[in-house]
């Protein structure tokens, strides 16, 4: 069975500061994708990443950042010096054999 | 314009009543799916179609149907809609060729049962 746990379910920060949003992760696949999407408050959802089960390598794009641990079974998303505009839900999926699996979310509010 | 596009964006309706959600798609890709979005349940697979011929429920495809018309266009039905079927209906897309690709979604549907 695949599962994708969100445990955080509402984070709130205060602009500039650092945030990493949690994403564990079960699957019996050996091949498979790891993604996080954006859902800001004018509700569509926005691709971030992609990451296959084979790269572990952590990724940066501007103020945001990824680390995927395999060992741990875990791909979390930090954003650096948060701003306003971050506030959003953030999902976390998992494709493995077909079927995309999201977790629940878990919704950031940045505070000025 | 979108390139995958959902119509109704609104639509209220009353219980007992037949409700279909249209989706179609610019993007040519082989591969259509129907989320539900509820508060604190995140996205739930209805149904998902890999081309005109194949149709494949979902965790939650109880109570819904759909209708894989050409490549490009993906139906919803409700055949009697519920109040617990109020929720954010999303179309999405994905391609074939690309192992693993990202889904690219529609704009949304809010339908809400009385």
């Known amino acids: 069975a695949q599962k994708v746990t969100q445990a955080q379910t509402e984070i709130s920060v205060v602009e500039k500061e650092d945030v990493t949003l949690d994403c564990v992760y079960e699957t019996r696949d050996t091949t498979y994708y790891l993604f996080w999407y954006k859902q800001p408050p004018s509700g569509e959802l926005v691709f971030l990443i992609r990451?296959?089960?084979?790269?572990?390598q952590n990724e940066i794009s501007g103020r945001y950042s990824w680390n995927f641990q395999k060992s741990t079974s875990s791909f979390n998303f930090t954003i650096t010096a948060s701003q306003v505009v971050d506030s959003a839900v953030y999902f976390c999926a998992l494709i493995g054999t077909y079927k995309y699996i999201f977790g629940t979310g878990t919704r950031l509010k940045v505070l000025a | 314009d979108a390139d995958v596009t959902q119509t109704p964006r609104n639509r209220i309706t009353k219980t007992g009543k037949r409700i279909m959600l249209e989706c179609s798609q610019t993007k040519g890709h082989d591969r259509m799916y129907w989320y539900r979005q509820d508060p604190g349940l995140g996205l739930r697979l209805i149904y998902y179609?890999?081309?005109?011929?194949?149709?494949n429920k979902g965790e939650i495809s109880d109570g819904y149907s759909v209708s894989r018309q050409a490549q490009a266009k993906f139906s919803l039905s409700l055949e009697s809609a519920i109040p617990n079927q109020t929720a954010l209906y999303f179309c999405?897309?994905?391609?074939?060729?690309?192992?693993?690709?990202?889904?690219?979604f529609g704009e949304g549907s809010r339908l809400t049962v009385l």
């Open positions: 999405a897309t994905s391609d074939r060729d690309r192992t693993g690709g990202e889904l690219f």
């Open positions: 179609s890999f081309d005109v011929k194949d149709i």
């Open positions: 990451r296959n089960s084979f790269d572990e």
